[in-house]
């Protein structure tokens, strides 16, 4: 009898064992209600599951002979999915912008100018003290590599998608368990922020410092609803459903040469594809400038997927220019984004090493430790005077993404402000457009490994310090007299 391999193929077994797990981890969901009243992801429930029944748990307890030695999962499906976060990554980047109306950065500054400025604080205040850390603690007493102090920003608010598309780079710059303590932080900060960002809402409540109008108990529809968030979905415009009678006519006459979901499919392939464009003029400007000059290396390990996201920002500017952005819908972009990150997610989980997390516990503790409290108490602190009106809702959106996901940050403004008095979700969206191409996955987020390890980490992180006190300096003057 053939070895099932051979007959599907590695990488069809792999996508055929991802969606089994997928499919397991929304019955497991559906099952246990704690899973549900935490608003656990599907794909968080699904990779722990791959973990738990592959070589790395389930493995270690058959022995060295049997017919679970590697778990359930063979070497050659564990590869394939060790290959796809690096693949899909770019694709859930590039669905950033496609289909969203570029508003003129004037509009986005009146909406959202204090989240910006909170938000930008948070973060790279992360930076500051994750380098900190690594050059002081860590460092000294681990022997812990100096790019561990990006991972507090890369891994709370990019996320797993963006912890595994820096793979390569870790592994290029010698720290390739740096991706195994990624994906660890990232876990951990969706779970502190899912209980932390719930315990604040109510306490924020029974004190009167948010005016939440009483509302039953979300059902589980609803619940469900909430725990189904796209990490990277955003406030979206409505798209209008065609005019029946038009989409009649068009069934009847058969006018539908190709598939909807094949054409934006392909527009998230173009984007990908001006990305790459990018990466290689990027990479031929270092080759004959400062590479040829002082030996510098940073585009070398700038992944392609920021570069996508960059591609997707000109390829929805020439759609619009042209008007073709009114056939592009945004749910259905959403969807490939939403399935490709479930997919990131799994195989990352799935291929995580315990042994990395276990040979580096107690830095993962102290960065895990210090990026929460630093989120925790920025937003405490900070937001209460850098968005001095309704500063709990909004800010709370904000919070959930730099200690979490953007997801989480979204739920927790359904959460403070039900019925959208402070038209946090909107203001939120807008944030995205002037925070997303830095960090949370952006363009700094994915140079700060190769900087950290070109300049060292003493030039970085006076660099970061200067641009945190930046935001903190210029959001705090800005915006104390605001007004809705």
Do not use: C
């Not at 051979?6 to 991802?18: M, N, S, T, W």
């Not at 720290?175 to 809402?201: C, K, M, N, Q, Y």
């Not at 390890?453 to 300096?473: C, D, K, N």
């Amino acid at each position: 009898m053939p070895d099932i391999a051979e007959l599907f193929g590695d990488v069809a077994l792999a996508f055929l064992l991802l969606g089994f797990l997928i499919l397991a981890g929304k019955i497991l969901r559906a099952w246990i209600p704690g899973l549900r009243r935490i608003f656990m992801p599907v794909s968080l429930i699904a990779g722990a599951l791959g973990l738990l029944l592959g070589a790395q748990v389930l493995g270690r307890f058959t022995g060295d002979e049997g017919w679970f030695v590697e778990g359930l999962f063979p070497a050659n499906v564990r590869a394939v999915w060790s290959e796809l976060p690096g693949l899909l990554i770019s694709v859930v980047f590039a669905a950033m912008f496609i289909g969203k109306p570029i508003t003129s950065l004037r509009r986005m500054w009146q909406r959202s100018g204090p989240q910006v400025m909170f938000s930008h604080t948070l973060a790279w205040g992360q930076y500051v003290i994750g380098i900190s850390l690594a050059m002081f603690v860590l460092a000294p007493i681990w022997g812990t590599s100096p790019l561990a102090g990006a991972l507090i920003e890369m891994s709370l608010v990019g996320g797993h998608g963006t912890v595994a598309g820096m793979q390569s780079a870790f592994d290029e710059l010698g720290f390739p368990e740096g991706t195994d303590l990624g994906l660890g932080l990232a876990t951990i900060g969706i779970l502190a922020g899912v209980i932390i960002g719930t315990v604040l809402v109510n306490w924020a409540a029974r004190t009167g410092r948010i005016d939440l109008t009483p509302v039953d108990e979300p059902n589980e529809v609803e619940r469900e609803k909430l725990s189904d968030f796209d990490e990277k979905e955003y406030v979206e415009r409505n798209v209008p459903e065609p005019d029946a009678a038009k989409a009649e006519g068009s069934r009847a006459k058969g006018d539908k040469p190709v598939d909807p979901l094949s054409v934006h499919m392909a527009l998230l392939g173009l984007a990908v594809a001006i990305g790459w464009v990018l990466q290689q003029a990027l990479l031929w400007v270092e080759l004959n400038t400062w590479e040829a000059w002082w030996g510098l290396e940073l585009f070398r390990y700038l992944p392609l997927f920021p570069l996508a996201m960059i591609g997707a920002m000109i390829l929805q500017v020439v759609l619009e220019w042209i008007g073709y952005d009114e056939h592009v819908d945004r749910r259905l972009i959403n969807r490939v984004s939403g399935a490709s990150l479930d997919m990131i997610i799994v195989a990352a989980l799935a291929t995580l090493s315990l042994e990395a997390l276990g040979a580096h516990f107690w830095p993962l503790v102290i960065l895990a430790a210090a990026g929460i409290a630093w989120s925790v108490v920025g937003f405490l602190v900070l937001a209460p005077r850098m968005i001095p009106t309704h500063w709990f809702a909004r800010g709370a959106g904000d919070f959930g993404q730099v200690i979490g996901m953007a997801a989480l940050g979204l739920l927790l403004i359904r959460l403070a402000d039900p019925q959208d008095k402070a038209r946090a979700s909107e203001r939120f969206g807008y944030k995205q457009v002037l925070f997303e191409p830095l960090v949370g996955g952006g363009l700094f987020t994915a140079a700060s490994v190769p900087l950290l390890a070109q300049f060292g980490a003493m030039p970085v992180l006076i660099f970061v310090t200067i641009v945190t006190l930046g935001f903190l300096v210029g959001g705090l003057w800005l915006f104390n007299d605001e007004t809705d």
